[in-house]
């Protein structure tokens, strides 16, 4: 089975600053890779996602990742945060197609500080 | 295209009462997922259907949740007693074949 581990629970973190959030997981065989974003009383919306190829994803507001194989990881990043970008970020895994169901990681905290 | 509907957005219950929730996807999506999210965690799938049948419901608490998609489009998810462990969010998402997951607004339920 899979598991996902997103190492830090809150980033506290100055408008414009650069950010990354940490994801791991593990799983015997190949995964897709997505970061979905939760603003609050919202779902979830897809941020990017990894299926194959090239390993820097880059996906909406600015934001990229890169897919590590060898550290089975892949973290999320922004060169420069905005204060909307004030949310819970979740890493999440799924086997075979990317519409399989979702594993997901604990959530990133993520607050933007004027 | 119009997204994920979820009613209602919230709901307040005693525990041992009853609660449904109603899912309507995106229209052609044949993948239909219930997720109950705790708060301070990540979604945890409950239930999925292909069209009108149950692919994985292997975190289901059977003995107390159900949930149906009769006619292979929209979808309710039933608590029957509730529990105090119940209070979350839970999330409904649609997806064409192979595609990623699109997620509604969620409801929110909160048992006293």
């Known amino acids: 089975a899979q598991s996902v581990t997103q190492l830090d629970s809150q980033v506290p973190v100055f408008e414009e600053a650069p950010v990354e959030l940490r994801c791991n997981y593990s799983?015997?065989?190949?995964?897709?890779l997505f970061w979905y974003v939760q603003y609050p009383n919202q779902g979830l919306q897809l941020l990017l996602k990894?299926?194959?190829?090239?390993?820097l994803v880059k996906g909406i507001n600015g934001f990229e990742a890169e897919f590590n194989k060898s550290q089975t990881s892949f973290h999320l990043r922004k060169p420069s945060v905005h204060i909307s970008d004030t949310a819970e970020y979740f890493c999440?895994?799924?086997?075979?197609?990317?519409?399989?169901?979702?594993?997901f990681g604990g959530g990133t905290r993520v607050l933007v500080k004027p | 295209e119009a997204g994920v509907a979820q009613s209602p957005r919230y709901k307040i219950i005693e525990k041992r009462q009853s609660v449904a929730f109603w899912c309507n996807p995106i229209?052609?999506?044949?993948?239909l997922y219930w997720y109950q999210q705790i708060l301070g965690q990540g979604p945890k799938l409950l239930i999925q259907?292909?069209?009108?049948?149950?692919?994985?419901d292997s975190q289901l608490p059977k003995d107390r949740f159900s949930a149906e998609r009769l006619k292979g489009v929209d979808s309710t998810l039933k608590i029957q007693p509730a529990k105090l462990e119940d209070s979350a969010v839970y999330l409904c998402?649609?997806?064409?074949?192979?595609?990623?997951?699109?997620f509604g607004d969620g409801t929110r339920l909160s048992i006293l």
């Open positions: 998402a649609s997806s064409l074949d192979g595609q990623p997951q699109h």
């Open positions: 799983s015997s065989v190949s995964v897709y």
């Open positions: 990894y299926l194959s190829g090239s390993t």
């Open positions: 999440a895994v799924t086997l075979g197609a990317a519409g399989n169901k979702l594993t």
């Open positions: 229209s052609g999506h044949a993948t």
């Open positions: 259907f292909q069209n009108n049948g149950v692919v994985d």
